[in-house]
């Protein structure tokens, strides 16, 4: 007599041969996917107003990547509530390859500072790369009786809560560059916030605001135009652009030191083949002798990171800015 299969033997035989086909089918999509993306323009959000650092980068970039890739980079500013608008719509945004979000320190910040956010950095987004990182300045209205740092801290000490600094937004790289002055140096100068950092720039450059701490490639001009008075730049090391302003460590405010970064994400679901394909045309285009020399023309050092990197680098600056958020005792409502 013959042995005949029980019915379970023969569905788990047919349960297997569907979940390999399954799987073929899979990766033959994803071939066919990696060899034609893209085939249609990429919408790269920029979670701020123009006249900012972010987005300068997004600007800078993108119609190098669209030279390389064959299409179109389309920078689209969704700004509003420091970045959270944009960051919503872009994890909300279909997860096909065609969507991008470039954003800076609030990616980690915006979630120490408000209580409730309708995304989360690290589930709704897939990292593709850490693309540069640039100093910030300090600087001030020239009309501020203050001719270097130590004189501007006395005059805020003197009269705390009398000086304001403008922020692009709370827990925007602004609004913590500020707060990170006042943590070390003790004083109690107040932040106004305004929606990016195009428009707090131009409050200081008015009168409006006192002080502002912003990218480097932003103030710079205005530093050499008399428009602004820069009293330190952000990081241990002095700017090769800007050789002549000290750091804020040297000039009075040890151990201060805040870089501003940029990173570049997707959607999450975002097939794999196209995170592939971007970071390895991301880093030709960035790392390329061109590439790097204009990045560095706007005060930027090219990064370039795979998507690891980045991951690692977001949980770094997270935990990192903990402390000075709990001290300050930074929220939002």
Same mark, same amino acid.
């Given at each position: ?7 379970? @033997?023969?569905?788990? &035989?047919? *349960?297997?041969? #569907? =979940?390999?086909? /399954? ?5 033959? !999509? ?112 020239? @009309?501020?009786?203050? &001719?270097? *740092?130590?004189? #501007? =801290?006395?005059? /805020? ?5 009398? !000086?304001?600094f403008a922020t692009a937004g709370p827990a925007t790289n602004p609004h913590v560059g500020g707060e990170l002055v006042n943590y070390l140096g003790k ?94 045309r991301l880093r030709k285009v960035m790392l390329s002798p061109e590439g790097t020399a204009i990045f560095q023309r706007n005060g930027l050092e090219v990064i370039a990171s795979t998507p690891d990197e980045l991951t690692a680098h977001l949980k770094r ?17």
């Open positions: 007599m013959r042995n005949r299969r029980s019915p379970s @033997k023969r569905l788990r &035989r047919s *349960l297997g041969r #569907f =979940l390999l086909g /399954a799987v073929l089918a899979s990766i033959a !999509l994803e071939l066919v996917f990696a060899q034609t993306y893209p085939t249609k323009p990429i919408r790269v959000i920029v979670p701020f107003p123009p006249g900012g650092s972010v987005d300068t980068v997004a600007r800078l970039l993108s119609p190098r990547l669209s030279e390389s890739l064959g299409q179109p980079m389309v920078v689209e500013n969704r700004s509003g509530a420091s970045g959270n608008i944009g960051m919503e719509q872009a994890a909300r945004a279909t997860p096909d390859g065609y969507t991008l979000l470039i954003n800076t320190n609030p990616l980690v910040t915006n979630g120490l500072l408000y209580a409730k956010l309708n995304y989360d950095t690290f589930t709704d987004f897939v990292p593709i790369s850490l693309l540069c990182q640039s100093l910030s300045v300090m600087a001030i209205n020239p @009309k501020v009786p203050a &001719r270097n *740092l130590q004189e #501007f =801290l006395d005059l /805020a000490r003197a009269k705390p809560g009398s !000086l304001n004083t109690s100068i107040v932040a106004v916030h305004f929606k990016g950092g195009g428009p707090a720039l131009l409050a200081t450059l008015a009168g409006d605001t006192e002080m502002v701490v912003s990218g480097i490639s932003e103030v710079g001009p205005h530093v050499v135009a008399g428009k602004l008075r820069a009293l330190g730049v952000t990081g241990l090391k002095r700017s090769s652009a800007y050789p002549d302003i000290p750091t804020l460590d040297e000039a009075g405010l040890p151990g201060y030191e805040f870089v501003t970064w940029h990173a570049i994400l997707a959607p999450k679901g975002t097939p794999s083949a196209a995170i592939e394909t971007l970071v390895d600056e997270s935990a990192k800015w903990q402390r000075v958020f709990k001290e300050r005792g930074m929220r939002a409502d």
